[in-house]
């Protein structure tokens, strides 16, 4: 049968700022997203029903979910907007750490809605697709572009960030679970202006000093709750050649931007020998969404 995976990748926060409040309590942002070749993965093929199978390092965590799992809800809201069509068996290989502040859930969410529109030939329209995102999480909008992106209002108004240069990245987390709306509730003070700027840095040591004039909003509400995120922004901040360290999202998972990818990968080297026990990752930062890889699985349902 005819089959196809995604890359999930994780998304991060470059800086966050809280710019007001809606009447409704929700949050306006202002932020430049972009995404790592880091990620989950999501296959799929073709079925009479909708299913999910979960496997992978960071499985467990979703195992009570059940069918709340933010993967099954895509489908069966694409399902819907497909007229009935559009159904697969879909597998998801968990890497990233859930409730970490890299939009581990949304970034599955978005990849599982293309892949099931690849799989069904295009069924949904890309402006209906897009509007399926507001109604499974802030952050799946951006999730569903995959490539960076300026972000404002709740986290549903997207501009392209074209030109943002190629980096290195390592990802950590203390294998902590921050609950998103936890740290915005400890989030107090006055708003803050918009962080974003109008010229494209032309690399990485250039994008990380403008960004230093910036920050995550969310850090200190963070930090209230699990302060061991202090501890992973000074180990990051203090690998070698590393041009900045900084908090992604609402926590608790830190990043650290270096010159390129071979940089992140021996700075990540010296991360895992020093703390083994946190969850860590590297690679480079994505400059368009992850390709659809179709292959062919001899009657059987995903597998890791």
């Given amino acids: 049968m005819i089959a196809a995976g995604v890359l999930a990748p994780a998304k991060i926060n470059l800086f966050l700022h809280v710019v007001g409040r809606r009447p409704d309590g929700y949050h306006l942002l202002d932020s430049l ?24 390092p960071e499985a467990g965590a979703l195992a009570d979910l059940g069918d709340d799992n933010l993967v099954l809800r895509a489908a069966r809201l694409y399902i819907e907007a497909a007229s009935g069509t559009g159904a697969a ?43 399926l995102t507001a109604r499974l999480g802030a952050d799946v909008p951006a999730c569903l572009a995959a490539r960076p992106v300026w972000v404002g209002g709740i986290g549903e108004a997207l501009e392209p960030a074209n030109g943002v240069p190629e980096a290195g990245i390592v990802l950590a987390n203390p294998r902590i679970a921050l609950s998103t709306p936890s740290v915005f509730r400890g989030r107090s003070g006055p708003f803050s202006q918009p962080g974003r700027f109008a010229a494209m840095p032309r690399d990485a040591a ?16 963070a930090l209230a709750l699990v302060p061991e995120i202090a501890d992973v922004l000074g180990r990051l901040a203090g690998l070698p050649g590393v041009l900045l360290a900084r908090m992604s ?16 990968i021996a700075a990540h080297a010296a ?3 020093a703390q083994p026990a946190w969850w860590s990752a590297a690679g480079a930062l994505l400059t368009q969404p992850p390709a659809i890889e179709a292959f062919f699985r001899p009657g059987r349902a995903p597998s890791g």
């Fill in 271 to 273: 991360l895992q020998r």
């Fill in 33 to 56: 997203v972009v995404f790592a070749d880091i990620g989950d993965r999501v296959e799929g093929s073709p079925a009479d029903l909708p299913s999910l199978a979960v496997g992978g």
């Fill in 89 to 131: 068996a879909l597998f998801l290989d968990k890497r990233l750490p859930t409730a970490s502040g890299i939009g581990g859930g949304s970034s599955d969410a978005a990849a599982a809605l293309r892949l099931l529109d690849y799989l069904s030939g295009g069924a949904v329209a890309p402006a209906v697709l897009a509007k």
């Fill in 249 to 264: 999202g609402s926590g608790a998972t830190c990043f650290a931007l270096f010159p390129d990818r071979a940089a992140a």
């Fill in 206 to 221: 250039a994008l990380a000093a403008v960004l230093a004039a910036s920050r995550n909003d969310l850090t200190e509400p």
